[in-house]
Nanobody, 115 residues
Framework: QVQLVESGGGLVQAGGSLRLSCAAS????????MGWYRQAPGKQRELVAV???????NYADSVKGRFTISRDNAKNTVYLQMSSLAPEDTAVYYC?????????WGQGTQVTVSS
């Protein structure tokens, strides 16, 4: 089974930027879509951005124009470039891979935005 490992989280001031990475342990060829989700304390996990195998992307309204999802198939890695970060972006960010009949989650990486 493919494993996902996120990295790139940390503490940043409001207005700053971070780039998250999600490395898959095997080829992403059979992955239908990969997404980034986040979960803030006391809140449900929510979709942030998704990219399909064909490269189509979709974003939550709250991050449109600030976040960009991309993928590098040669490196089996998906990225989330986050700019103009705000305190409300503080959460644990999870990477997700959707296969035809299953999904895989990474362990999560903490992003904290200070005001």
């Amino acid at each position: 089974q493919v494993q996902l490992v996120e990295s790139g989280g940390g503490l940043v001031q409001a207005g700053g930027s971070l780039r998250l990475s999600c490395a898959a342990s095997a080829s992403m060829f059979s992955i239908l879509a990969m997404g980034w989700y986040r979960q803030a304390p006391g809140k449900q996990r929510e979709l942030v951005a998704v990219i399909t195998g064909g490269g189509s992307t979709n974003y939550a309204d709250s991050v449109k124009g600030r976040f960009t999802i991309s993928r590098d198939n040669a490196k089996n890695t998906v990225y989330l470039q986050m700019s103009s970060l705000a305190p409300e972006d503080t959460a644990v960010y999870y990477c997700n891979a959707a296969f035809r009949d299953s999904t895989v989650w990474g362990q999560g990486t903490q992003v904290t935005v200070s005001s």
